[in-house]
């Protein structure tokens, strides 16, 4: 299986910066789609970005662009850089990985890999 474990979350300032990292380990053989999602209180989690092995990206209206994601497949390490954070940015960021030859989009249910959440706040 894979184990998925986020870093880098903080508390900033509006329209500061913040890079989050996610450690991917395990069997990910299999596992060519990678993804960031976010949830606020009492709501459920939603789609931020995508990022399938060939590069091809997606992002969610909500934070198109100022989210990047990217990867170090040499590292292991999938990343998400956010600018410009507004305190409606404010949430626990997760990531999540699926099997398959591609992602499908941000269907959380569909993603049966994940990490144990970063907390951002914007302040």
């Known amino acids: 299986h894979v184990q998925l474990v986020e870093s880098g979350g903080d508390s900033v300032q509006p329209g500061g910066s913040l890079r989050l990292s996610c450690a991917v380990s395990g069997d990910t053989s299999g596992t060519v789609c990678m993804a960031w999602f976010r949830q606020f209180p009492g709501k459920w989690r939603e789609g931020i970005a995508h990022?399938?092995?060939?590069?091809?990206?997606a992002y969610a209206d909500s934070v198109k662009g100022r989210v990047t994601i990217s990867r170090d497949h040499s590292k292991n390490t999938l990343y998400l850089q956010m600018r410009n954070l507004q305190p409606e940015d404010t949430a626990m960021y997760y990531c999540?990985?699926?099997?398959?030859?591609?992602?499908?989009?941000?269907?959380?249910?569909?993603?049966?890999?994940w990490g144990q959440g970063t907390q951002v706040t914007v302040s």
């Open positions: 990022l399938e092995r060939d590069g091809n990206e």
């Open positions: 999540a990985a699926r099997p398959g030859p591609y992602c499908v989009g941000f269907e959380w249910g569909r993603y049966p890999y």
